[in-house]
């Protein structure tokens, strides 16, 4: 058996993880957010009884309240590189029962998701073991790749252009064809190293 002093634990441990535990149980709803430097996870704590609200952006406290008297409101704050404004809302739907949902940019969640996969192509790829998501916002032709804006270079060529960049040591392009049907649009395909990566669905 083991001996008194072997079990004893601080009690900063005890409270750390007290504190964890306690954490933990108000813990009401959990978003993942696909931007253009990568998908974001935002967690949102509720205490139903002292209305604490405590807002956390990729395991980060973003806001924090202890003690509210209204338990129902919005709290709002800014998610990614590019600072997209984001907001929670809490609405009562009956007796002590919550409703919370994520607004980007002024539009629901679902919203947003439809509209940016207008607005953007997303392409998941492994080079040398290491996973790259690369993001084309077509309305600013701005590419991204891994959470980082990536320099790049624009050419024209015979059926559309070109946007090439680096990654690593692999050259990579974005080549903007018309498709020829005006419900379609521009047609863009990435190139890694002479190959066609599929676009992703996110």
């Avoid at 998908?39 to 202890?66: A, L, N, P, Q």
């Avoid at 040591?169 to 990566?197: N, P």
């Amino acid at each position: 058996m083991a001996s008194w002093e072997e079990v004893t634990v601080s009690e900063d441990e005890v409270r750390s993880r007290y504190s964890h535990l306690e954490k933990m149980t108000d813990l009401v709803a959990v978003w993942e957010v696909a931007l253009s430097d990568g998908v974001h996870k935002i967690e949102f704590e509720h205490g139903t009884t002292s209305g604490k609200r405590v807002v956390y952006v990729d395991g980060k406290e973003e806001i924090r309240k202890e003690w509210m008297f209204k338990l129902v409101g919005k709290e709002t704050f800014t998610v990614g590189a590019s600072k997209t404004k984001a907001s929670i809302n809490i609405d009562a739907v009956s007796g002590f029962a919550y409703e919370y949902t994520l607004e980007i940019d002024g539009k629901s969640l679902k919203k947003y998701m439809e509209n940016r996969s207008k607005t953007t192509n997303t392409w998941i790829l492994s080079l040398g073991g290491t996973e790259y998501r690369v993001v084309l916002e077509k309305d600013t032709m701005d590419v991204w790749c891994n959470g980082k804006k990536m320099e790049t270079a624009g050419e024209f060529v015979e059926d559309g252009t070109e946007t090439h960049f680096t990654v690593g040591d692999h050259s990579c392009y974005i080549k903007a064809v018309s498709s020829g049907k005006r419900k379609e649009g521009i047609i863009h395909t990435l190139i890694v190293d002479d190959r066609e990566i599929p676009e992703a669905v996110e």
